[in-house]
């Protein structure tokens, strides 16, 4: 038949027909093409999600697996190091008793000299027949001071006498009377100052030579003391560990030091092995276990895909086709299936012969119907 837009126009109901089976068939590739897309899109989603999925258990995997790995080596290191710390605890421990021991055995004549001199401060109490309550650092302190700390005590002393005391029985009995302030403050002082006199008469004038001789032996004692402190701290810091038989530790201690020198070794080539390779391997084990699920999927999306490419040319070309041969002379308006099976009705029922002739009838019974609504 020609494409002449009259003859279409004068077709009859072969024509007709064959217009309805293209436009039903045009409406038949919109609707595949339509399904096509929306399961491409929903295949496409599911691919997208189960990537994604493989993805973050990929990463999950290899990150809790490097964590096992980094644990192990750490809780060998820390194994080692406890181990280590007990071992330096044990040398210390021992060195410190060996130290006393060498510092006992090289101060022992400073040591016997110092008691010596107490002893001849006490046989000074004794031949004086001074009471041996009196023969103490406190007192000696404010009353014959031969050294730092002497002069401390007397500090002290005079701020407890001076501020502590008075301050205390005030605020605790007299508080707000300040003329009691000043009175126990003047109390405090005399009875402290009554006392001290008192003892010093008592011994350093009464036994002025014996007291000159006990200040010249404690400075004796204090210059004894001075070497022993001396000797003690020279001791102390002598780095010089051989006399102290503390090889045995200190070999255990550098090979306990080799050995978390070597665990840490070994945690970098392990962690970087896991890195560069482990971790590949662990990615392809768990990508095997879903790659027939995806494969498939895959499939089926490039199946979808070209299936619903090849429903789009067609309705591309079935829509070019109808638009060329029908539309321009019927109208796209007239393009419908429910109109075309109207028009077959007349044409079947011998009130027309032409699609013209049947366009007709249909309008003017349309128009009819119209107008009697």
Known sequence: MSDNGENVLSAG?????????????????????????????????????????????????TRARKAELETTYNEQMDKTKNRAKKVRAKKEKLKSSKVSERIKEETGELQEEKRQYADEIRAIYKSEKLPRLLNNPFLHAIYQPVMLRDILIICLTLAVVLFVLPCGIYFGFFRPKTSMLILTYIVTVLVFGALYLFIGWYTKERHAEA??????????????????????????????????????????????????????KNKKSAVKKFDSETKKVIANELAAECEEELSSLKCQYEETYSAQRAAEEKMKSLSVTVTEKYNTYIGKENMDIVLLEQLEEIIQAGDARTIREALSIQKARAREAQENV
């Open 13 to 61: 109901l072969d024509e007709l027909q064959s217009m309805k089976k293209m436009l039903m068939e045009l409406e038949k590739t919109k609707a595949e093409n339509q399904l096509l897309s929306e399961k491409e899109v929903q295949l496409e989603k599911q691919i997208q999600a189960m990537e994604k999925q493989l993805s973050d258990k990929i990463a999950s995997v």
């Open 211 to 264: 007291f000159t001789q006990i200040k010249q032996l404690r400075r004796k004692i204090n210059k004894k003391r001075r070497e022993i402190y001396r000797l003690s701290r020279q001791i102390r810091k002598d780095k010089d560990e051989s006399g102290y038989g503390l090889d045995k530790y200190n070999q255990e201690i550098t090979e306990l030091e080799d050995d978390i020198e070597t665990i840490e």
